[in-house]
């Protein structure tokens, strides 16, 4: 298939591109976890598209459930991104290959247990199986959460080369965490260090107040980390010791399995 000319540093554009639909998905795009709804003023400023244009994208979104408009204007994703994402993270072998052994691991510990990868600079939620009485209740699957902060974040940015780390981390750190939060990129690195040292990867109350977890990578079929596995607890029951010594060796059992499990894909 032939490509159309693109930006330095981009991937070629198919001639077959349809330019209408790539404005739709650039519009979608611009929600997140942060951003749950914009005006169409704030669309057309962000993306660029005029606003005719951006008027027709929204309609027609709107019209096929992919956008609603709130009673005051507001602009949000609709119920049909909802299942396609989910439709997306079921669909994938990475998530499917998790599951039993995810489940496994949830039963012996007692304990939340989270599959994860890295999008940008936060690490994305792709399976989540929840203890009732965790602090951070409301993050689901779907969910992204800045990776400096969490274990199965720091474990991926951990893994990858100092290149592809200084283009992800930016130099500041907004501290609006957990008490013992990263807070510098000096910081951040000594962090990184350790982890790679110690081949896993410690939160200690660094996301939120009252919240620990350890996370351990998972390895495809070239030995490189793909994704990462964590068992969060609350700091009411579990020390960092006791993450080591009791819940450390499961996680990488459970880590182990799904990391056989690609290879022999």
Known sequence: MSSEPSEPGQRPRSRYRIEALAKGLQVLSLFDETTTALRLGDIVERTGIPMPTAFRIVATLEDDGYIDRTSDGLIQPGLAVLALGSAALRGSS???????PLRRLAEATGETVNLGTLTGDRVLYLLRFRNADLVTATIQVGSTLPAIYTSMGKLLLASLDPADLDERIADSFDGSAGPNATGSRADLDRRL?????????????ELAAGLRSVAV?????????????????????????????????????????????????
């Not at 990475?94 to 039993?100: G, I, P, R, V, Y």
């Not at 260090?193 to 109350?205: P, S």
Request: proline share 1%; no cysteine; net charge neutral.
């Open 94 to 100: 990475l998530t499917q290959l998790s599951e039993q």
């Open 193 to 205: 260090a350790v982890i790679r040292r110690d081949g896993y990867a410690l939160q200690d109350e």
């Open 217 to 265: 990578g998972v390895t495809g079929a070239d030995g490189r980390v793909v994704a990462a596995i964590n068992v969060a607890v609350s700091s009411a029951r579990a020390s960092t010791e006791r993450l080591v010594q009791e819940i450390l060796p499961e996680v990488q059992r459970a880590a182990r399995s799904i990391s056989d499990r690609l290879r022999a894909l």
